[in-house]
């Protein structure tokens, strides 16, 4: 058997796991990010991690085929460009040569979002496809892409950050210091940003202390016409925004996950339509708009997917 390392950073934690070429997943444990506020800390603890899920197995570290790994981007190459969410000290971190240093072992680092849309090509809801974008919407917004049967990552790797295309000029004010991204309308925290502007639109929304994504949802559903204004604004502009992707990737599926997306998929209907309005209509007949299948489980198989594909590109 073939196994492979897999490595999924997030700002909370560091999932940590050992699998195959399928995608299973045989052993995992998780780090907390806080714990390791110093970058080369960050990688020896990864390193020391990898190597005792190894002897839980029963393997050696040199019998792991590849480490993929799944970062946050910017990236630049394997280095880490900018921290967002990640400690400011990982800046210009060079996670792929200092994990390779320290391991021996042929290091893959990708994208998040572009690990993920691996996974669920080679795992998921486009398996067996040549051409998908994979789309999160969670807390932010991003994209990963498969082009021809091989992922499309950009030349420094941060190819997909659909997030951050401007749809309004005039609109709020974004984090990467735009105004009126993807992101600030139609993500979990734009939603959540909605719903706090016009709290005083809703009694349903008044009822509750904490306001947030998961709330609007249960406001639509309970036909709060609020809520319900605040996810059809959010699905215009996700529909406006695929069809960027339908006019310019002329994908066979988009596939949508993220944190939003995975307890309500009955919202696709909705993105599905506003992305047939402002698509070519030549082109859309040809896409279909599906739900990711790879749930919680989506960082770790995308970082495995890293590692296996990452064999063939280096």
Known sequence: MDYFA???????????????????ILLESQLVTADLPGGGEALDAITAEIDALCQRLGIERAQLRAIGVGSPGPLNGGKLFKTANLPAEWEGLDIEGGLRLRSGILTVVENDATAAAMGEWLYGAGKGLKHMVYVT????????????????AGVQGNAGEFGHIVMKP??????????????????????????????????????????????????????????????????FY???GLSYLVNLYNPEMIVLGGGVMANHHEWIQSIHDNTQ?????????????????????SGMQGALAAAVMGQTRI
Not at 137 to 152: H, L
């Open 238 to 240: 996700l529909g406006l």
């Open 277 to 297: 309005r402002f698509s070519m209509d030549a082109m859309f007949p040809a896409v279909r708009i599906v739900p990711a299948q790879l749930g919680t489980a």
């Open 137 to 152: 919407i969670s807390t932010g917004i991003g994209a990963g892409m498969v082009v021809n049967g091989m992922r499309d």
């Open 6 to 24: 897999g490595v999924d950073i997030g700002g909370t934690k560091i999932a940590v796991g050992i699998g195959d070429a399928s995608g299973r």
């Open 170 to 235: 005039d609109g709020p004010l974004c984090r990467c210091g735009k105004h009126g991204c993807l992101e600030t309308l139609a993500s979990g925290t734009a939603i959540a940003r909605m719903a706090a502007e016009r709290l005083a639109d809703s009694p349903f929304l008044q009822q509750s202390q904490t306001i947030d994504a998961a709330l609007v949802f249960s406001g639509a559903n309970a036909q709060d016409a609020t809520c319900q204004s605040i996810l059809d604004t959010a699905s």
